[in-house]
C-alpha cells in the first residue's frame, strides 16, 4: 500500500477546494494555487525517486481497495514508467502554467480563484487517469476530467468559447461512451471465462491474452475510438483547433500538453497489452491515420493565420508521430513516442505560452497583425525561437531525441509508413519558421502593434512604442522550460531508463518480437 | 334443484397480513384522508393533512421494515390473497423505492414557501381566466385534496408493482392512474394548460388502459387464467393459438409501456410534464416509472420469459424508437420542463434495454436504475420550482441564462444533476447505465447497447446546453428571481441530489440489495 | 348437462315477454294527457336541444354530480345483493370485509355531503 499516489491525487483536489473558497481574494488564491502545485511538484519527484525502474514489476507505488465489489471494480492505482513521466509532466507544468496565467486577463465577471481553482481540480483527474490501474476507475477520471476543462474553455476562453466548450466535450463524451461499451465488454468476457467478472487491468490483460480475435477487435474498437478522439488522431481531430484556439492560454498548456496525452497513453497501455490481437491486425490502419495525421497537420498548420489554431495543428502532425512509434512495435519506437509526449509536452506547452505572451501584448491571435516584433521583444522573440526550434525537432533540442528514435525505431517494421512521415519534418521546419518569421522579423508592422503605439512615429521605438518585453515573471515562467528543452536535448537518459522497461513489457504483452533487439543479439 | 347446490361453501383467502400492511397502511390513511378533508375545517386541513401523510410514510416504512427485516435469510418471498399478490425481493425493493420517492414527492407537493398556498389551485371549480381565477391566485389556500390522492396513487403503484395476475394488475393501475389525471390539473397558475394535460392524460390514459384490458382478455382466452404463473404454465404447451397470446401480449405491453412512457407511446409525455403542477410531475416522473417497470419486469420475466424469442424483437426495436425520440426531440425543445420530458422518454429507452434482458443482472440493474433516477427526478423537478418570475415558474429556457450569476448554487446543484442524467461518472446515473448495459451486453443485447450510448451521446447534448446557459451566458435583465425555498423543497433537493452522489460513489450497497432476489410466483 | 340453465333460460323468457307485454299494452290502458313535457325525450324535465341563447347551451353541472352519485351506490347495491343472498356462507369473513366496503364509499358520501355536493345550488 503506497500512499504517494493517493496523496498526488487528493493533493490537488484539496487545493482546487481551498482555492475554490477564495473567492474575491485573487492575489491570495493565486498564491495558494501555486503553493499546491510546488508541493505536488515536490511529491512527484518523491514518487520518481521511489520508482525502480530495474525491479521488474509492471506496476509500482501501487495501492487498492474494494470500491463496488459486485462488479469486481477496485479503486486501484499504480503506475508504469510510462505513467510516472506522465504524472511528473504535468506536475512540472503546473507551476508553469499558474505563473503564466497569474496576470492574465479575465472575461468580465470571472473571478480568478474559479479559475485555478479549475486547473487544480483538473490536475487531479488527470494523475487520475494516469495512475488508475482499474479499467472502470479509469474510465471514471477519463470523463471527469472533461467537466473542468469544459468550464475552464466555456467560461474563460476566447470569444467563441461557448461553441468550442461543447464540440470539445461532446466529441470526448462520445467517445467516452463508446469506449463505456468496450469496458462493459471486457468485463463480461472476463465474466464469462473467470465466473466473476472483474475490471483490474493487470487481470484483464491475462484474460483477454486468448479471447477470440472477433471479440478483441470489436473491444479494440471501442477504446481506440475514444483515444483517437482524445490524441487527436485526423479525421476525429476537428475538435481541437476549435477548443486550443478558444481555451485560454493556461488551460490550453494543460489541453495540448497533458490531456491529449490520455489518447496515446490509452494507446499504450490499454489498447496494446488488452487487446494484442487486434493491435497488430489493425496496426496499419492506425499508422495510415497516423502519418495521414502527420501530414495533413503539418499542411494545414502552414495554413494558419491564427496562431493558437496553428499550435493546435502542429500538435496534430506531433500526435501522428506518436501513434506511428506506438504502433511500429519496437522498442526504440516506442521509448521514443513516451518521450515524444514528455517533449511534446513542454515544447507546445512553451509554444502556446510565447503564443499568449505575444497576444496579451497585441490583443490579437492573427498573425497579420504583427509583424517586426523582435524588434521591439528581442526576449520574447528569442524564446518564441526556441519554443519553434524545440517543435520543429532541431537537433540539440529534446523534441529531437524522441523524433529520431521513433523514426528510426519504425523504420525496420513499417519503412513505407517511416519514409512518408519524414515529409512532416521538412514541413515542420517550414511552418515554425515562417511564423517566425512573419511575427518578429522586418519591419515593425501589424495593426496589433501599431494601434498600441502612443502615437505616429512611436511604434518601431521599443522605449515608447507601449510593446513590453518579457518582465521577470514571463522569464520566470520560460525559463525552466528552456532548460528542459536543453537539457532533455542532450540527455535524455534518466527519463528513458524509466520508461524502456515498461516499454518493453508492453511489447511482450502485446507478443511481438523486437526487430531493433534481434539485430542486436 | 341441483343448480344451488353447485355454490360451495366460500372459503376466505389466507391473507399474509404483515407483508401486506405496507399497502393497508397507505390506503387506510388515504381514507382517513378523505375524512379529513369532509370534517375539518379549511385552515386547518393543511397542517392535518401534512401531517397525517409524514405518519403515513412513518408508518409504512416501518412496517415494511419489520416485515423485511423479519423475514430468514432463505425465503425469497411469499404469495398472499390467494396468489394474487406477491412480496418477494424485487418487490420489497420497489416498495421502498416507491415510498421514498414518495415521500420526496410530498414534501415538495407540501411545499407551501415556494408559491404561496401551495403550488396547487385554491379553488379549482373556478373558471380558468376569469377574475376569480386571477383572484385565487393570489389566495393562500390550496385544494388539499391531493393529499389523499397521492396517497392513493402510491397505494395503487405499491399493490401494482406486487401484482401476481393480471387482473389485480389491471385495478392497480387504475387506483394509481384515475388520482394522477385529477392531480394534473390542479395547477395553480397556468390553468388550462394544465387542465388540457389532465384531459389529454386522461384520454390517452383511457386508451391505454382499454388496451391492457383488451390484451388481458385475449390472453385470459388464451390461457384459461389471469394469473402470470399460469400464463407462463400454457405457454410452455405448443397446442394453444399463437394468435391469442401474442395479440394479447402485444395490447397489454402496450398499455404497459404507455404508462412508462416508452416512446413511441410517450405522446403524452411532454404535454402532461410540462401542463402538470410541478411538483406532480416530479411524483409521475419519479413513482409512475418505478411502478410501470416494476410492472414490466414482473410480466415479462414471470409470464412470457418462455416465448421471449418472439417478442424481444419488437420490444427492441420499441427500446431503440424510445431512446431516439427522446434523444432527438429533446433537442429541439425550449421549456425545461417538456426537456426533462423528452429525457425521460429516452431514460425509459435504456430501462427498457435492462427489463428485456431477462437476467438476475437485467432485474437488479433495472430496479437500480429506476431508484437512481427517481431520486434526480424529484430534485431536478424541485430546483425547476424555484426560478420563477411574476407569473409562476419561468420554464423556458431563455430564460434561465446567466442562472449561475444570481444562484451559483442552485445551478451547482441543477449542473450536477443534469450530468447525472447525462450518465457522467461518479453520479448514480452512471453506475445505472453501467449496471443496465452490462447485464444486456452479458444477454447478447450489444448492438442495442451501442444505439444506447450513441443516444446518451446526443441526449448530453441538451443537458449541456442548459449548463450553457447557465454559466457561460450573461443573464437577462428581466430574468427570473430564485426563490429561497423552504424546509420542505429544501429537505427534498437535498436528499435528491446526496442520493445522486452516494449512489454515484458508493452503490454497492444499493447493487447487492436490489440484485438480493427473484420474482416468485 | 345444461340443466343448471334452465331458470336463466326461463327468467330470459319471462323478462321478453314483460317488455312485449308493457309496449303493446300501454297505447290501450294507459292515459292520455298531452302537454309539452311529454312531447320531451326522456320526459324528465330536461330541455334535450338546449336553449340557443340562455346559459350558452350549457346543462347544469350539478346533474352530472347526481348523476356519478348515483352510479356510484348502484354499484354498491349491485355488491351487496350477491353478498345478501350468500351471508350465511361467506361468515365473519364476508361481513367484515363488505363492511369495510360499505364504510369506504361511506367516506366518499361523506365527503361528498360535507363538501356541499348534494346542494342543488
Given at each position: 500500500?503506497?500512499?504517494?499516489?493517493?496523496?498526488?491525487l487528493?493533493?490537488?483536489?484539496?487545493?482546487?477546494?481551498?482555492?475554490?473558497?477564495?473567492?474575491?481574494?485573487?492575489?491570495?488564491?493565486?498564491?495558494?494555487?501555486?503553493g499546491?502545485?510546488?508541493?505536488?511538484?515536490?511529491?512527484?519527484?518523491?514518487?520518481?525517486?521511489?520508482y525502480?525502474?530495474?525491479?521488474?514489476?509492471?506496476?509500482?507505488?501501487?495501492?487498492?481497495?474494494?470500491?463496488?465489489p459486485?462488479?469486481?471494480?477496485?479503486?486501484?492505482?499504480?503506475?508504469?514508467?510510462i505513467?510516472?513521466?506522465?504524472?511528473?509532466?504535468?506536475?512540472?507544468?503546473?507551476?508553469?502554467?499558474?505563473?503564466?496565467?497569474w496576470?492574465?486577463?479575465?472575461?468580465?465577471?470571472?473571478?480568478?480563484?474559479?479559475?485555478?481553482?479549475?486547473?487544480?481540480?483538473?490536475?487531479?483527474?488527470?494523475?487520475?487517469?494516469?495512475?488508475?490501474?482499474?479499467?472502470?476507475?479509469f474510465?471514471?477520471?477519463?470523463?471527469?476530467?472533461?467537466?473542468?476543462?469544459?468550464?475552464?474553455?466555456?467560461?474563460?476562453?476566447?470569444?467563441?468559447?461557448?461553441?468550442?466548450?461543447?464540440?470539445?466535450?461532446?466529441?470526448?463524451?462520445?467517445?467516452?461512451?463508446?469506449?463505456?461499451?468496450?469496458?462493459?465488454?471486457?468485463?463480461?468476457?472476463?465474466?464469462?471465462k473467470?465466473?466473476?467478472?472483474?475490471?483490474?487491468?493487470?487481470?484483464?490483460?491475462?484474460?483477454?491474452?486468448?479471447?477470440?480475435?472477433?471479440?478483441?477487435?470489436?473491444?479494440?474498437?471501442?477504446?481506440?475510438?475514444?483515444?483517437?478522439i482524445?490524441?487527436?488522431?485526423?479525421?476525429?481531430?476537428?475538435?481541437?483547433?476549435?477548443?486550443?484556439?478558444?481555451?485560454?492560454?493556461?488551460?490550453?498548456?494543460?489541453?495540448?500538453?497533458?490531456?491529449?496525452?490520455?489518447?496515446?497513453?490509452?494507446f499504450?497501455?490499454?489498447?496494446?497489452?488488452?487487446?494484442?490481437?487486434?493491435?497488430?491486425?489493425?496496426?496499419?490502419?492506425?499508422?495510415v491515420?497516423?502519418?495521414?495525421?502527420?501530414?495533413?497537420?503539418?499542411?494545414?498548420?502552414?495554413?494558419?493565420?491564427?496562431?493558437?489554431?496553428?499550435?493546435?495543428?502542429?500538435?496534430?502532425?506531433?500526435?501522428?508521430?506518436?501513434?506511428?512509434?506506438i504502433f511500429?512495435?519496437?522498442?526504440?519506437?516506442?521509448?521514443?513516442?513516451?518521450?515524444?509526449?514528455?517533449?511534446?509536452?513542454?515544447?507546445?506547452?512553451?509554444?502556446?505560452?510565447?503564443?499568449?505572451?505575444?497576444?496579451?501584448r497585441?490583443?490579437?491571435?492573427l498573425?497579420?497583425?504583427?509583424?517586426?516584433?523582435?524588434?521591439?521583444?528581442?526576449?520574447?522573440g528569442?524564446?518564441?525561437f526556441?519554443?519553434?526550434?524545440?517543435?520543429?525537432?532541431?537537433?540539440?533540442?529534446n523534441s529531437?531525441?524522441?523524433?529520431?528514435?521513433?523514426l528510426?525505431g519504425?523504420?525496420?517494421?513499417?519503412?513505407?509508413?517511416?519514409?512518408?512521415s519524414?515529409?512532416?519534418?521538412?514541413?515542420?521546419?517550414?511552418?515554425?519558421?515562417?511564423?517566425?518569421?512573419?511575427?518578429?522579423?522586418?519591419?515593425?508592422?501589424?495593426?496589433?502593434?501599431?494601434?498600441?503605439?502612443?502615437?505616429?512615429?512611436?511604434?518601431?521605438?521599443?522605449?515608447?512604442?507601449?510593446?513590453?518585453?518579457?518582465?521577470?515573471?514571463?522569464?520566470?515562467?520560460?525559463?525552466?522550460l528552456v532548460?528542459?528543452?536543453?537539457?532533455?536535448?542532450?540527455?535524455?537518459?534518466?527519463?528513458?531508463?524509466?520508461?524502456?522497461?515498461?516499454?518493453?513489457?508492453?511489447?511482450?504483452?502485446v507478443?511481438?518480437?523486437?526487430?531493433?533487439?534481434?539485430?542486436?543479439? | 334443484?341441483?343448480?344451488?347446490?353447485?355454490?360451495e361453501?366460500?372459503?376466505?383467502p389466507?391473507?399474509?397480513?404483515?407483508?401486506?400492511?405496507?399497502?393497508?397502511?397507505?390506503?387506510?390513511?388515504?381514507?382517513?384522508?378523505?375524512?379529513?378533508?369532509?370534517?375539518?375545517?379549511?385552515?386547518?386541513?393543511?397542517?392535518?393533512?401534512?401531517?397525517?401523510?409524514?405518519?403515513?410514510?412513518?408508518?409504512?416504512?416501518?412496517?415494511?421494515?419489520?416485515?423485511?427485516?423479519?423475514?430468514?435469510?432463505t425465503?425469497?418471498?411469499?404469495?398472499?390473497?390467494?396468489?394474487?399478490?406477491?412480496?418477494?425481493?424485487?418487490?420489497?425493493?420497489?416498495?421502498?423505492?416507491?415510498?421514498?420517492?414518495?415521500?420526496?414527492?410530498?414534501?415538495?407537493?407540501?411545499d407551501?414557501?415556494?408559491?404561496?398556498?401551495?403550488?396547487?389551485?385554491?379553488?379549482?371549480?373556478?373558471?380558468?381566466?376569469?377574475?376569480?381565477?386571477?383572484a385565487?391566485?393570489?389566495?393562500?389556500?390550496?385544494?388539499?385534496?391531493?393529499?389523499?390522492?397521492?396517497?392513493?396513487?402510491?397505494?395503487?403503484?405499491?399493490?401494482?408493482?406486487?401484482?401476481?395476475?393480471?387482473?389485480?394488475?389491471?385495478?392497480?393501475?387504475?387506483?394509481?392512474?384515475?388520482?394522477?389525471?385529477?392531480?394534473?390539473?390542479?395547477?395553480?397558475?397556468?390553468?388550462l394548460?394544465?387542465?388540457?394535460?389532465?384531459?389529454?392524460y386522461f384520454?390517452?390514459?383511457?386508451?391505454?388502459?382499454?388496451?391492457?384490458?383488451?390484451?388481458?382478455?385475449?390472453?385470459?382466452?388464451?390461457?384459461?387464467?389471469?394469473?402470470?404463473?399460469?400464463?407462463?404454465t400454457?405457454?410452455?404447451?405448443s397446442d394453444?393459438?399463437?394468435?391469442?397470446?401474442?395479440?394479447?401480449?402485444?395490447?397489454?405491453?402496450?398499455?404497459?409501456?404507455?404508462?412508462?412512457?416508452?416512446?413511441?407511446?410517450?405522446?403524452?409525455?411532454?404535454d402532461?410534464?410540462?401542463?402538470?403542477?410541478?411538483?406532480?410531475?416530479?411524483?409521475?416522473?419519479?413513482?409512475?416509472?418505478?411502478?410501470?417497470?416494476?410492472?414490466?419486469?414482473?410480466?415479462?420475466?414471470?409470464?412470457?420469459?418462455?416465448?421471449?424469442?418472439?417478442?424481444?424483437?419488437?420490444?427492441?426495436?420499441?427500446?431503440v424508437?424510445?431512446?431516439?425520440?427522446?434523444?432527438v426531440?429533446?433537442?429541439?425543445q425550449?421549456?425545461?420542463?417538456?426537456?426533462?420530458?423528452?429525457?425521460?422518454?429516452?431514460?425509459?429507452?435504456?430501462?427498457?434495454i435492462?427489463?428485456?434482458?431477462?437476467?438476475?443482472?437485467?432485474?437488479?440493474?433495472?430496479l437500480?436504475?429506476?431508484?437512481?433516477?427517481?431520486?434526480?427526478?424529484?430534485?431536478?423537478?424541485?430546483?425547476?420550482?424555484?426560478?420563477?418570475?411574476?407569473?409562476?415558474?419561468?420554464?423556458?429556457?431563455?430564460?434561465?441564462?446567466?442562472?449561475a450569476?444570481?444562484?451559483?448554487?442552485?445551478?451547482?446543484?441543477?449542473?450536477?444533476?443534469?450530468?447525472?442524467?447525462?450518465?457522467?461518472?461518479?453520479?448514480?446515473?452512471?453506475?445505472?447505465?453501467?449496471?443496465?448495459?452490462a447485464a444486456?451486453?452479458?444477454?447478447?443485447?450489444?448492438?442495442?447497447?451501442?444505439?444506447?450510448?450513441?443516444?446518451?451521446?446526443?441526449?448530453?447534448?441538451?443537458?449541456?446546453?442548459?449548463?450553457?446557459?447557465?454559466?457561460?451566458?450573461?443573464?437577462?435583465?428581466?430574468?427570473?428571481?430564485?426563490?429561497?425555498?423552504?424546509?420542505?423543497?429544501?429537505?427534498?433537493?437535498?436528499?435528491?441530489?446526496?442520493?445522486?452522489?452516494?449512489?454515484?460513489?458508493?452503490?454497492?450497497?444499493?447493487?447487492?440489495?436490489?440484485?438480493?432476489?427473484?420474482?416468485?410466483? | 348437462?345444461?340443466?343448471p340453465?334452465?331458470?336463466?333460460?326461463?327468467?330470459?323468457?319471462?323478462?321478453?315477454?314483460?317488455?312485449?307485454?308493457s309496449?303493446?299494452?300501454?297505447?290501450?290502458?294507459?292515459?292520455?294527457?298531452y302537454?309539452?313535457?311529454?312531447?320531451?325525450?326522456?320526459?324528465?324535465?330536461?330541455?334535450?336541444?338546449?336553449?340557443?341563447?340562455?346559459?350558452?347551451?350549457r346543462?347544469?353541472?350539478?346533474?352530472?354530480?347526481?348523476?356519478?352519485?348515483?352510479?356510484?351506490?348502484?354499484?354498491?347495491?349491485?355488491f351487496?345483493?350477491?353478498f345478501?343472498?350468500?351471508?350465511?356462507?361467506?361468515?365473519?369473513?364476508?361481513?367484515?370485509?363488505?363492511?369495510?366496503?360499505?364504510?369506504?364509499?361511506?367516506?366518499?358520501?361523506?365527503?361528498?355531503?360535507?363538501?356541499?355536493?348534494?346542494?342543488?345550488?
Amino acid at each position: 500500500m503506497s500512499w504517494t499516489l493517493i496523496a498526488l491525487l487528493l493533493l490537488p483536489l484539496v487545493g482546487s477546494l481551498v482555492v475554490a473558497f477564495l473567492k474575491g481574494n485573487d492575489r491570495t488564491a493565486k498564491l495558494v494555487a501555486l503553493g499546491f502545485s510546488l508541493v505536488e511538484l515536490a511529491l512527484a519527484v518523491v514518487a520518481w525517486v521511489a520508482y525502480d525502474p530495474s525491479s521488474g514489476a509492471r506496476l509500482q507505488l501501487t495501492s487498492s481497495v474494494d470500491w463496488i465489489p459486485t462488479f469486481g471494480v477496485h479503486l486501484s492505482f499504480g503506475v508504469d514508467g510510462i505513467a510516472l513521466v506522465m504524472i511528473a509532466l504535468i506536475a512540472f507544468l503546473m507551476p508553469v502554467v499558474i505563473g503564466g496565467a497569474w496576470s492574465d486577463k479575465l472575461p468580465e465577471g470571472r473571478s480568478a480563484s474559479g479559475f485555478f481553482s479549475l486547473l487544480l481540480a483538473m490536475q487531479t483527474g488527470m494523475v487520475g487517469v494516469f495512475a488508475a490501474t482499474d479499467v472502470f476507475l479509469f474510465y471514471v477520471f477519463f470523463e471527469a476530467v472533461l467537466v473542468p476543462m469544459y468550464f475552464l474553455i466555456g467560461r474563460f476562453g476566447g470569444p467563441n468559447r461557448q461553441y468550442a466548450a461543447m464540440k470539445f466535450f461532446l466529441y470526448s463524451l462520445l467517445g467516452g461512451l463508446i469506449m463505456l461499451a468496450s469496458v462493459i465488454g471486457l468485463y463480461v468476457t472476463s465474466a464469462d471465462k473467470l465466473g466473476q467478472g472483474t475490471l483490474d487491468w493487470a487481470t484483464l490483460v491475462t484474460v483477454m491474452k486468448d479471447a477470440p480475435t472477433s471479440t478483441q477487435i470489436w473491444l479494440f474498437l471501442g477504446f481506440f475510438i475514444a483515444f483517437a478522439i482524445k490524441a487527436p488522431l485526423v479525421p476525429l481531430h476537428t475538435w481541437l483547433p476549435d477548443a486550443g484556439a478558444e481555451a485560454p492560454v493556461g488551460a490550453g498548456v494543460l489541453l495540448v500538453g497533458v490531456l491529449d496525452k490520455i489518447g496515446t497513453f490509452g494507446f499504450l497501455r490499454y489498447c496494446l497489452p488488452l487487446f494484442p490481437a487486434a493491435s497488430k491486425q489493425l496496426a496499419p490502419l492506425v499508422l495510415v491515420l497516423a502519418v495521414v495525421g502527420i501530414i495533413y497537420g503539418s499542411l494545414l498548420a502552414v495554413g494558419q493565420t491564427d496562431m493558437k489554431r496553428f499550435v493546435a495543428y502542429t500538435s496534430i502532425a506531433h500526435f501522428g508521430f506518436i501513434a506511428l512509434g506506438i504502433f511500429a512495435f519496437s522498442s526504440q519506437a516506442g521509448a521514443g513516442s513516451v518521450l515524444y509526449m514528455v517533449n511534446h509536452g513542454i515544447s507546445t506547452g512553451m509554444l502556446f505560452l510565447v503564443v499568449g505572451m505575444v497576444m496579451s501584448r497585441g490583443g490579437s491571435r492573427l498573425i497579420q497583425d504583427y509583424g517586426g516584433m523582435a524588434k521591439l521583444t528581442p526576449v520574447l522573440g528569442g524564446l518564441f525561437f526556441v519554443a519553434g526550434l524545440s517543435s520543429l525537432a532541431l537537433p540539440g533540442t529534446n523534441s529531437f531525441v524522441s523524433e529520431f528514435l521513433v523514426l528510426i525505431g519504425s523504420y525496420p517494421n513499417q519503412p513505407v509508413f517511416t519514409i512518408i512521415s519524414t515529409v512532416g519534418m521538412v514541413l515542420a521546419a517550414l511552418y515554425v519558421l515562417w511564423v517566425y518569421q512573419r511575427v518578429f522579423q522586418g519591419p515593425v508592422r501589424g495593426t496589433a502593434l501599431l494601434n498600441v503605439a502612443a502615437g505616429p512615429g512611436t511604434a518601431t521605438d521599443p522605449e515608447r512604442s507601449g510593446i513590453k518585453d518579457l518582465n521577470r515573471r514571463e522569464i520566470a515562467v520560460l525559463a525552466p522550460l528552456v532548460a528542459l528543452v536543453l537539457v532533455l536535448g542532450f540527455y535524455p537518459k534518466p527519463v528513458l531508463d524509466v520508461i524502456s522497461p515498461s516499454i518493453g513489457a508492453t511489447l511482450s504483452e502485446v507478443g511481438v518480437t523486437d526487430p531493433v533487439a534481434q539485430e542486436g543479439k | 334443484m341441483t343448480f344451488l347446490a353447485q355454490v360451495e361453501l366460500i372459503k376466505p383467502p389466507e391473507i399474509e397480513y404483515s407483508a401486506i400492511a405496507p399497502v393497508l397502511i397507505v390506503l387506510g390513511a388515504a381514507c382517513v384522508s378523505v375524512l379529513f378533508e369532509a370534517f375539518l375545517p379549511k385552515h386547518q386541513r393543511w397542517a392535518a393533512q401534512v401531517v397525517l401523510t409524514m405518519l403515513t410514510f412513518i408508518g409504512a416504512g416501518t412496517a415494511l421494515g419489520l416485515y423485511a427485516g423479519a423475514e430468514t435469510t432463505t425465503a425469497q418471498g411469499i404469495t398472499t390473497l390467494s396468489g394474487a399478490v406477491a412480496v418477494d425481493r424485487p418487490v420489497i425493493f420497489l416498495w421502498v423505492t416507491l415510498l421514498l420517492l414518495g415521500f420526496g414527492s410530498i414534501l415538495l407537493i407540501a411545499d407551501r414557501s415556494v408559491e404561496p398556498g401551495g403550488a396547487f389551485v385554491a379553488d379549482a371549480a373556478v373558471r380558468p381566466g376569469t377574475v376569480q381565477d386571477r383572484a385565487q391566485a393570489t389566495r393562500t389556500g390550496m385544494q388539499t385534496e391531493v393529499f389523499p390522492l397521492t396517497l392513493f396513487a402510491l397505494a395503487g403503484m405499491m399493490v401494482f408493482v406486487a401484482a401476481n395476475d393480471l387482473l389485480t394488475m389491471f385495478i392497480a393501475l387504475e387506483v394509481l392512474s384515475l388520482p394522477l389525471y385529477l392531480m394534473c390539473g390542479l395547477a395553480r397558475r397556468r390553468r388550462l394548460l394544465s387542465q388540457e394535460a389532465a384531459v389529454k392524460y386522461f384520454l390517452l390514459g383511457a386508451f391505454a388502459s382499454a388496451f391492457f384490458l383488451y390484451g388481458l382478455a385475449l390472453l385470459y382466452g388464451y390461457a384459461g387464467s389471469v394469473k402470470l404463473a399460469d400464463i407462463a404454465t400454457a405457454t410452455a404447451g405448443s397446442d394453444k393459438s399463437d394468435t391469442l397470446l401474442f395479440a394479447g401480449f402485444g395490447l397489454l405491453v402496450v398499455g404497459l409501456l404507455f404508462k412508462a412512457s416508452v416512446g413511441p407511446f410517450h405522446a403524452w409525455t411532454p404535454d402532461v410534464y410540462q401542463g402538470a403542477p410541478t411538483p406532480i410531475t416530479a411524483f409521475m416522473a419519479a413513482c409512475t416509472k418505478v411502478a410501470a417497470f416494476g410492472g414490466i419486469l414482473r410480466v415479462l420475466t414471470v409470464a412470457f420469459e418462455r416465448t421471449n424469442w418472439e417478442w424481444r424483437g419488437v420490444l427492441w426495436g420499441v427500446a431503440v424508437a424510445s431512446m431516439v425520440i427522446g434523444a432527438v426531440l429533446g433537442l429541439t425543445q425550449t421549456d425545461v420542463k417538456r426537456m426533462v420530458a423528452y429525457s425521460s422518454v429516452a431514460h425509459a429507452g435504456f430501462l427498457l434495454i435492462g427489463s428485456i434482458s431477462l437476467t438476475e443482472q437485467g432485474l437488479s440493474g433495472t430496479l437500480f436504475y429506476l431508484l437512481a433516477y427517481g431520486f434526480t427526478t424529484i430534485a431536478v423537478f424541485g430546483v425547476i420550482s424555484l426560478v420563477r418570475n411574476a407569473d409562476g415558474e419561468a420554464t423556458h429556457l431563455s430564460q434561465w441564462a446567466g442562472l449561475a450569476k444570481r444562484s451559483p448554487v442552485l445551478a451547482g446543484v441543477f449542473t450536477f444533476l443534469l450530468l447525472a442524467l447525462a450518465g457522467i461518472p461518479l453520479t448514480s446515473g452512471f453506475v445505472g447505465k453501467f449496471v443496465v448495459f452490462a447485464a444486456a451486453i452479458q444477454d447478447g443485447l450489444a448492438p442495442l447497447v451501442v444505439v444506447a450510448l450513441v443516444a446518451s451521446a446526443v441526449a448530453a447534448f441538451f443537458y449541456l446546453r442548459v449548463i450553457v446557459l447557465m454559466y457561460f451566458s450573461e443573464p437577462a435583465p428581466d430574468g427570473p428571481t430564485v426563490t429561497v425555498p423552504g424546509a420542505f423543497t429544501t429537505i427534498a433537493i437535498t436528499v435528491g441530489a446526496a442520493v445522486t452522489l452516494v449512489l454515484g460513489v458508493w452503490p454497492s450497497f444499493a447493487l447487492d440489495w436490489a440484485g438480493a432476489g427473484g420474482f416468485i410466483f | 348437462m345444461l340443466q343448471p340453465y334452465l331458470p336463466l333460460v326461463f327468467m330470459f323468457l319471462l323478462a321478453g315477454a314483460f317488455a312485449l307485454f308493457s309496449v303493446t299494452a300501454a297505447p290501450y290502458i294507459g292515459p292520455r294527457r298531452y302537454n309539452r313535457a311529454k312531447l320531451d325525450a326522456y320526459e324528465c324535465g330536461i330541455e334535450p336541444s338546449p336553449a340557443p341563447i340562455v346559459g350558452g347551451g350549457r346543462m347544469p353541472v350539478a346533474y352530472y354530480l347526481t348523476a356519478m352519485l348515483f352510479i356510484l351506490f348502484d354499484i354498491e347495491m349491485v355488491f351487496l345483493y350477491p353478498f345478501a343472498v350468500s351471508a350465511d356462507k361467506l361468515g365473519l369473513f364476508g361481513l367484515v370485509e363488505i363492511a369495510l366496503f360499505v364504510a369506504t364509499v361511506g367516506f366518499a358520501y361523506a365527503y361528498v355531503w360535507r363538501r356541499g355536493g348534494l346542494d342543488w345550488n
